[in-house]
């Protein structure tokens, strides 16, 4: 880890001001790095994630460094900080890509046919024009006019919870109506 740039280059340097008062930080950064960033490889799969998880523990580690006692047992204190660290990365990651050899675009899919869909079209105006006229209204402008149940709320005078709870019993209804039905 090395300091920060100092003067008007770097708008928080004062945070890193009592960064030259731990030389001994600076000298057991260089030392066991090496050793660090194996354990933060082991944890991860990316070579850089590894090397921004190790920069994460020990930034933590220098934020804690003058409330641990006993510098013997600072490897410990930053393999702790590299799992916690890690875990923390891991319950809050969102799955949404995924690598691949080829790309997963299924072949020869048939193209829907623009009749069933203008029957279905059709079929949820139907049920959407049977809804009572509120819940129509927010309806209509949630999904089809496609704004957020605030601006909903905004636009028919009403809270967001009455919005939420209307369309949910609206949702609800479209679901049971039976022309519906078959389309599922």
């Known amino acids: 880890m090395t300091p920060p740039p100092s003067g008007p280059v770097c708008a928080g340097a004062s945070q890193y001001a009592s960064y030259a008062s731990y030389p001994t930080f600076s000298s057991y950064v260089r030392a066991r790095g090496p050793v660090l960033l194996r354990t933060a490889r082991s944890l991860t799969a990316n070579p850089c994630d590894a090397e921004d998880l190790l920069q994460t523990a020990l930034a933590k580690t220098f934020v804690a460094w003058e409330r641990i006692e006993d510098h013997r047992a600072l490897d410990g204190y930053v393999r702790r900080a590299l799992l916690n660290t890690r875990t923390s990365q891991w319950r809050k990651r969102k799955v949404d890509e995924f690598a691949c050899e080829e790309l997963p675009e299924p072949v020869g899919l048939p193209v829907p046919d623009p009749a069933e869909r203008q029957v279905l079209h059709d079929a949820m105006w139907r049920a959407v024009m ?33 919005v939420k709870s209307a369309v949910s019993r609206a949702l609800g209804k479209l679901r049971e109506d039976p022309e519906l039905t078959p389309v599922r």
């Open 130 to 162: 049977k809804l009572p006229e509120r819940q129509r209204q927010m309806v209509v402008l949630r999904y089809y006019e496609d704004l957020s149940e605030a601006q909903t709320a905004e636009v028919l005078g009403v809270s967001v919870g009455t």
